[in-house]
C-alpha cells in the first residue's frame, strides 16, 4: 500500500521560506511510473497544483509560483520536498504532497494535507 | 491555463436521490478529467479517471460521462457515507487544474 506523509514546520513567517519533505512508503520515488507532486489549498479556496519532479530529476511548476518553487527529490531517502521562497499571508494552505499518474495522468495518492500558516 | 467551473458549488439531497455535479472546462480537454471525493479532515480520493472509468473499489453508484468541455458526475442513488466535497480536474494540459467544489450533504 502506497503512504505519504507531509512533515515540516505549521508555521513561517512572512518572507521566510516554507520547507515541507514528502516521505513516501510503498513505491520508490525513482519509478518511472509516477510524478511526485505538490498541491495546496488556501482556507475556503480551490486544489491548486504547485508543481512535479520526475524520477529522472526534470521538473515543472505553476506558472503563477514558478520564480519561488523548487521542488527536489532524494532517492537514498525516498522522500521529495517543497521550497517555496519569500512567503506571504497569501501562501497560507494544507499543503499535499502526492502521486501523480505518468501514463493516466491522474493523482492516485495524497497525503493528509497539514495546514502551513504564514505570519509573524 | 485551462478554467475549470463546478456546479452546483453546494447541494442537499435526501439518501437514494439522484445527484448530479457538472464541471466545464474553459476550452476542449477531450476526456481528460478526473474526479475526486474529499471528506471532511481527509484527503482527496480519485474516483473516476478519463471523464468514465472507475478508480478501482469506487461503487458502481458512480458514473461520469462527457467530453470535450462538458462533463457530469452522477450519484445514482446518494449514500450517507457520500456526503463530501467532490471536485474535478483537467489533465489535459499543465498547469493541472481544478473545479472549485461541490460540497453534497443529506438532508
Known amino acids: 500500500q502506497v503512504q505519504l506523509q507531509e512533515s515540516g514546520p505549521g508555521l513561517v513567517r512572512p518572507s521566510e521560506t516554507l520547507s515541507l519533505t514528502c516521505t513516501v512508503s510503498?513505491?520508490?520515488?525513482?519509478?518511472?511510473?509516477?510524478?511526485w507532486t505538490w498541491i495546496r489549498q488556501p482556507p475556503g479556496r480551490r486544489l491548486e497544483w504547485i508543481g512535479s519532479?520526475?524520477?529522472?530529476?526534470?521538473?515543472n511548476y505553476s506558472p503563477s509560483l514558478k520564480s519561488r518553487v523548487t521542488i527536489s527529490a532524494d532517492p537514498s531517502r525516498n522522500q521529495f520536498s517543497l521550497k517555496l521562497t519569500s512567503v506571504t499571508a497569501a501562501d497560507t494552505a494544507a499543503y499535499y504532497c502526492?502521486?501523480?499518474?505518468?501514463?493516466?495522468?491522474?493523482?492516485?495518492?495524497w497525503g493528509q494535507g497539514p495546514l502551513v500558516t504564514v505570519s509573524s | 491555463d485551462i478554467q475549470m467551473t463546478q456546479s452546483p458549488s453546494s447541494l442537499s439531497a435526501s439518501a437514494g436521490d439522484r445527484v448530479t455535479i457538472t464541471c466545464q472546462a474553459s476550452?476542449?480537454?477531450?476526456?481528460?478529467l478526473n474526479w475526486y471525493q474529499q471528506k471532511p479532515g481527509q484527503a482527496p480520493k480519485f474516483l473516476i479517471y478519463d471523464a468514465s472509468k472507475l478508480a478501482t473499489g469506487v461503487p458502481s453508484r458512480f458514473s461520469g460521462s462527457g467530453s470535450g468541455t462538458d462533463f457530469t458526475l452522477t450519484i445514482s442513488s446518494l449514500q450517507p457515507e457520500d456526503i463530501a466535497t467532490y471536485y474535478c480536474?483537467?489533465?489535459?494540459?499543465?498547469?493541472?487544474?481544478f473545479g472549485g467544489g461541490t460540497k453534497v450533504d443529506i438532508k
Open positions: 510503498g513505491v520508490s520515488v525513482s519509478s518511472a511510473n509516477f510524478y
Open positions: 476550452q476542449d480537454i477531450t476526456n481528460s
Open positions: 519532479i520526475y524520477y529522472n530529476g526534470s521538473a
Open positions: 480536474q483537467q489533465s489535459h494540459n499543465l498547469p493541472l487544474t
Open positions: 502526492a502521486r501523480l499518474g505518468a501514463g493516466v495522468p491522474v493523482i492516485f495518492s
